[in-house]
């Protein structure tokens, strides 16, 4: 038996339904700036093998709602899963983020890559959901999330990160096609994890599109708007009180605010270079919008924080006519390790108390 929600208003707010305050929930809010998520660290090894042990993936989920009162839990994981259960080897190098041994660099590449199946290469992701949904004890929803098909395959072009994306920049200009199938294939890959996850009882699923925001206008229109709109579109999410919520989020992709909004995506998420009334204005009420504070704030007193919640708050709520419905409070992008867990508290507090005034 499925238990009810205690505490349901972060999907209440993406069905732009009333709430009792705003709802909030941080990107990388299960982190290196927990000495408890450093504990768990050292004693598991690596990172992987945090993410690919379901208790311990359960455990890391739930650290930062034992410190703060969150209104949702997401997957502890990593957007590279699919691609490694692709075949291309993930590893992390020490200070230099996730790499592949076999990056995909020729159209031949792109033909050997297939969907992994969910319940076999990928059962580690689908089993900590489980294992998650069933330790929250309805206490408040799990998201559960993807990497676009674009930044998938920015990873996977390039071998790892990128400082220019010229390898994948590249293959866009001199061999379209290639490039476009191997979009298809993540495409494909994305929308069968997230139906996947939300089988295992992730009540919503975002999409995290982190590098839409390297492409010009005409290449994001090409490569990678059009997949994220057919994922809005294929991905079946339920009906009703039981559908699970779809967030596209892009970093610097601000200017396709109103093409995002059209997607048929019920949420989705902006960066600090938004204005929130702005996005409100723009979106008009179609969907909910989640962000946006700057990560950065969280360096400022305490007093600064309270200052610049307020700020975005009273935005969003100038933006849409006087109405606080609709938003899910969020940082702009991800937390940082070097980051003061009692500066999160405040943060928290402080979107709970003065949305609710």
Known sequence: MTLPLANDRFLRAL??????????????QAGRYLPEYRQVRRKAGSF??????????????LQPLRRFPLDAAILFSDILTIPDAMGLGLYFAEGEGPKFERPVRSAADVARLGVPDMEGELRYVMDAVRVI??????????????????????????????????????MALNDPQALHALLSVNTEAVIAYLSAQRAAGAQALQVFDTWGGVLSPAMYREFSLPYLQRIARELERGEGDARAPLILFGKGTGAYLEELAAS???????????????????????????????????????DAIRREVRRALDSWRDGNGGSREGHVF??????????DPEHVAVLVDEVHAYSAR
């Not at 093998?49 to 359960?58: G, Q, R």
């Not at 098909?149 to 920015?154: D, E, G, K, R, S």
């Not at 989705?268 to 909910?288: H, I, K, M, P, S």
């Open 330 to 339: 969020n940082l702009g992008h991800g937390m940082s390790p070097d980051m």
């Open 48 to 61: 992987l093998a945090m993410a690919k042990h379901p208790e311990i993936a359960c455990e890391v989920t």
């Open 133 to 170: 949904r069933r330790e929250l004890h309805g206490a408040v929803p799990l998201i559960g999330f993807s990497g676009s098909p674009w930044t998938l395959a920015c990873y996977m072009v390039e071998g790892g990160g990128s400082k220019d994306f010229a390898r994948i920049k590249a």
């Open 264 to 302: 048929g995506a019920e949420g989705v998420g902006v960066d600090w270079l938004v204005e929130l009334g702005e996005a409100a204005r723009r979106t008009g009420g179609c969907v909910a919008v989640q962000g946006n504070l700057d990560p950065a704030t969280l360096y400022g007193s305490p």
């Open 15 to 28: 069905r732009r339904e009333p709430v009792d305050r705003t709802p909030v929930w941080l990107m990388r």
